[in-house]
């Protein structure tokens, strides 16, 4: 609503300043002005009433011509206006994810303007999602090709190839182990190794439904652009909630959370201690602390206060498609949190650390960057290779096989249904608020206090039992 001040003029006459707040396309607020001229001569309550008449024709103009530009867009070109608003707030994996979504909304929505769009165009995409199937090509080294092939990556130095980005390790890894991996990469492989990939590679195609999982990322990055249009006054609804889709959107159920039960998580802790610290000390990270991989990947001496006894997280450290391995910046505020250290991970922390600084020492060419999931020579490891780790003590211990992710899960659960409450778990685990706790794990819940102690006790019967041995 327009906003009125009035202004005295030497010669008597009045006239009234008329102001407007208006978005931008880059979501940002700008005032607009004009100046209602008293050319009549009225005076008081005449000219104040004509002042405002003026100034609501006039926002009512200038509004309706500021979006028409916009309203002229069809969904693609409004939609990447609305990404570029986001560019540089958002992570680079969403960023990418947003691109995709993007790129297949657009092509359900045709050249069709963005503001015409009505409920029923959204919901028949969503319609169409639950039935659709997409086709994924994977790759697979030929039986009578994997042994030649072994040596030509061999000869190369997996080391060597893999860090120039084009492919990951793991991919490499799996791929002369005879496991399906992305037809991409493995041409990527072979254009590398200078070999044909048809001649070492059978192609297969998958056919697949999507995960209703999978179906809400297009829903949540609609609804983020209409919520976008919404604040810059292009549309008065969002027509992307859940208010307009509810019940609309199917696709195979997610799995629940599968995390490690009491028996199984002692069983792991009992093998990691068979093991080289140099090799476990990324898993102990991950079932101690509840850290995400990520932020295991980046963390860092300088990071850990071992006279304190407390992690300080400040950056990630993950691999991104087609950008390879990047350190960035925790992702919010709430990830840059303190988590105090239990005295079963302080033990193998100071077993790691002369371990550590033997061979920083000792070798001349160990890198001293510090971080902590890193080779014998002291250079990083690859992200995705805690996974591959992980899955490897799993198996040994006997347990299901779960995702790094779902040990964090574990952690958490864990946590609260021996006694934490709900807001110190939300606080150590990094998110925004309690009530993103609560949603997931609300079956676990218990209102019992808690501290330093609830991890301790957590881990002591499994480090006593060690001890022991």
């Not at 978005?23 to 000219?47: I, Q, Y």
């Not at 068979?274 to 990947?297: F, N, S």
Request: aromatic content about 10%; some cysteine; overall charge positive.
């Amino acid at each position: 609503m327009a906003t009125l001040s009035k202004r005295v003029l030497k010669n008597g006459k009045c006239n009234y300043a008329i102001q407007i707040k208006i978005k931008t396309p880059s979501g940002k607020s700008k005032f607009v002005c004009t100046t209602w001229k008293n050319e009549n001569n009225l005076s008081g309550v005449r000219a104040e009433k004509a002042a405002i008449a003026y100034a609501e024709q006039w926002e009512k103009e200038y509004r309706s011509g500021h979006i028409h530009e916009l309203s002229m867009t069809n969904f693609n070109q409004f939609a990447n206006i609305w990404l570029k608003t986001r560019k540089g707030n958002v992570s680079d994996s969403y960023y990418i994810r947003a691109q995709e979504c993007i790129e297949k909304l657009s092509n359900f929505f045709g050249d069709r303007h963005f503001k015409d769009l009505k409920a029923f165009d959204i919901q028949q995409f969503f319609v169409e999602m639950n039935d659709a199937t997409y086709t994924t090509t994977k790759a697979v080294i030929k039986p009578n090709k994997q042994e030649e092939f072994d040596k030509i990556a061999s000869g190369f130095g997996i080391r060597k190839v893999s860090s120039e980005g084009l492919f990951t390790r793991p991919t490499l890894y799996y791929a002369r182990k005879g496991e399906h991996i992305e037809f991409e990469s493995a041409k990527a492989i072979c254009t590398r190794f200078g070999i044909s990939v048809n001649e070492y590679f059978d192609k297969i195609s998958i056919q697949k439904h999507y995960k209703k999982e999978s179906i809400m990322k297009y829903k949540r990055v609609l609804s983020t652009i209409y919520s976008y249009a919404m604040s810059i006054e292009l549309v008065d609804k969002n027509l992307a909630s859940s208010a307009y889709l509810k019940k609309i959107i199917g696709g195979e159920p997610s799995k629940d959370i599968d995390i490690l039960n009491e028996e199984e998580f002692n069983n792991l802790i009992e093998v990691l201690g068979k093991h080289d610290i140099w090799q476990v000390i990324p898993i102990y990270l991950l079932a101690t602390t509840g850290m995400r991989t990520c932020e295991v990947c980046g963390l860092e001496w300088r990071d850990i206060d071992l006279e304190n006894r407390k992690i300080k997280l400040k950056r990630n450290r993950l691999y991104i498609s087609g950008k390879g391995v990047i350190v960035k910046e925790l992702k919010t505020k709430y990830s840059q949190r303190t988590i105090p250290i239990c005295n079963l991970l302080y033990d193998k922390l100071v077993l790691f650390k002369k371990a550590y600084d033997m061979l920083s020492v000792n070798d001349k060419k160990f890198d001293k960057c510090g971080v902590i999931f890193c080779n014998i020579d002291g250079t990083p490891r690859f992200p995705h290779y805690l996974n591959h780790l992980l899955a490897k003590y799993l198996t040994e211990a006997g347990c299901k096989k779960i995702t790094c992710h779902k040990m964090r899960h574990t952690w958490i659960t864990r946590m609260i249904s021996n006694g934490a409450k709900i807001n110190m778990v939300s606080k150590l685990a990094g998110h925004a608020n309690s009530d993103i706790t609560l949603k997931i794990y609300t079956h676990y819940c218990q209102d019992i206090d808690d501290s330093i102690d609830i991890m301790e006790k957590l881990f002591e019967n499994s480090w006593d039992s060690l001890k022991d041995k």
